[in-house]
């Protein structure tokens, strides 16, 4: 059975720095797409960042570009999400996603949720203003 457990998230006030981490189980993240998306009450599912752990490649959405970093940690079978400069609006659970291939299905793109396979239950992000 694959399961991807999220950790990391908590409370910080606004320009701090949390990191959080995606552990899979069942499931090998070698060269695959390992994602981080958030969902904010009442809004929808948007893409935060994505790697290919096969080279490292890194995707961001233009909201959090510069301020957060999506990492592998080969050994833990992990990727990471560094998020700095935290602002009021990153406020969100997050969720880590993972694909059953080596492609996004249907070829992407990988902001949409469709794209993914496996998700995990997501770990509560809060910045206070």
């Known amino acids: 059975q694959v399961r991807l457990v999220e950790s990391g998230g908590g409370s910080v006030q606004a320009g701090g720095s949390l990191k959080l981490s995606c552990v899979g189980s069942?499931?090998?993240?070698?060269?695959?797409?390992v994602g981080w998306f958030r969902q904010a009450p009442g809004q929808q599912r948007e893409g935060v960042a994505a790697i290919f752990t096969g080279n490292s490649a890194a995707l961001y959405s233009a909201s959090v570009e510069g301020r957060f970093t999506i990492s592998v940690e080969n050994a833990q079978n992990a990727v990471s999400l560094h998020m700095d400069s935290l602002k009021h609006e990153d406020t969100a659970m997050y969720y880590c996603a993972a694909t059953d291939t080596q492609a996004l299905r249907g070829g992407g793109p990988w902001e949409r949720v469709g794209a993914w396979d496996y998700w995990g239950q997501g770990t509560q992000v809060t910045v206070d203003s």
């Open positions: 069942g499931i090998s993240f070698y060269r695959r797409y």
